[in-house]
């Protein structure tokens, strides 16, 4: 007799998980939820973050509500292969810092049989794709897209709002940098 699950999981094969979507909405809180998870059930995990977010800690991931993790750091995510060998679980935060290099890499380790789950923004403060989440989301298996509470209205908030006036694409920061906004309170920089 077959046991029927909620959500069953692929078995004998690795998949990629992507946790994507605004800042403030969770996605790190979300990967941290499921590493825990994956080291309660003494599965070999691997944790990696990218050199430029140092917003809370240089060798920790960490969420905005405090949560935290061990991981390593990495400036290229090739160095990703080379230190996921022994791993079961490998787990990826603030991909939209990575080069498109990233999705080979999740692809690699997914078909050498191990769970990838990776978190990132999937649209910059202009409400643009950012680059490579869409394309990792276009290979994933599973896909969680968290939302925020916009901080004008109270609705459900899916865009970063970027409350300086920097232009460069990339800039690290957090509540003095940016807000999470609903698409209508979204105001996209004139530039």
């Known amino acids: 007799m077959e046991v029927v699950t909620l959500h069953n999981m692929p078995q004998q094969t690795g998949w990629i998980e992507v946790i994507c979507g605004c800042m403030y909405s969770g996605k790190t809180e979300e990967l941290i939820r499921r590493l825990r998870r994956a080291q309660i059930a003494k599965q070999n995990v691997v944790i990696f973050k990218p050199a430029i977010d140092t917003r809370y800690s240089n060798d920790h991931i960490v969420s905005h ?36 290099d990233i999705t080979q890499i999740a692809e690699t380790l997914a078909n050498q049989g191990k769970r990838v789950i990776i978190a990132g923004l999937d649209q910059d403060y202009r409400g643009i794709p950012f680059e490579p989440v869409p394309q990792l989301l276009a290979i994933a298996e599973y896909i969680t897209k968290t939302l925020a509470i916009c901080v004008v209205c109270g609705n459900p908030a899916d865009r970063t709002q970027r409350i300086t006036s920097q232009k460069d694409r990339v800039v690290v920061g957090a509540k003095d940098v940016y807000e999470a906004r609903c698409r209508r309170c979204h105001q996209v920089p004139t530039e």
């Open 65 to 100: 509500n405090t949560q935290s993790l061990s991981s390593t750091v990495v400036k290229n995510p090739q160095e990703i292969l080379g230190l996921s060998k022994d791993a079961q679980v490998i787990g990826i935060d603030e991909a939209q810092f990575f080069s498109a």
